[in-house]
């Protein structure tokens, strides 16, 4: 009865409170995969810079012993 309050609609409209559930499912499944992915490419952004410096850092060595 409250759901009904809220959306509106009779008993005619019942059968269309699972399709708004499903709705508000579906939005909130999009919502934690786009978080989870997000956090992923946070991720690999962080190893691809930690790869980078490393590669900076090795090749410094590499130039400072040839000079030697």
Same mark, same amino acid.
């Given at each position: 009865?409250?759901?009904?309050?809220?959306?509106?609609?009779?008993?005619?409209?019942?059968?269309?409170?699972? +399709?708004?559930?499903?709705?508000?499912?579906?939005?909130?499944? @999009?919502? =934690?995969?786009?978080?989870? &992915? %997000?956090?992923?490419?946070?991720? +690999?952004?962080?190893?691809?810079?930690?790869?980078?410096?490393? @590669?900076? =850092?090795?090749?410094?060595? &590499? %130039?400072?012993?040839?000079?030697?």
């Amino acid at each position: 009865m409250i759901f009904s309050s809220i959306v509106g609609g009779g008993v005619s409209e019942t059968y269309l409170y699972p +399709i708004y559930g499903g709705i508000v499912l579906l939005a909130g499944l @999009i919502v =934690i995969c786009t978080v989870v &992915i %997000l956090e992923e490419i946070k991720l +690999i952004k962080d190893s691809l810079n930690k790869t980078e410096k490393q @590669i900076k =850092i090795n090749r410094k060595d &590499i %130039l400072h012993k040839v000079s030697i």
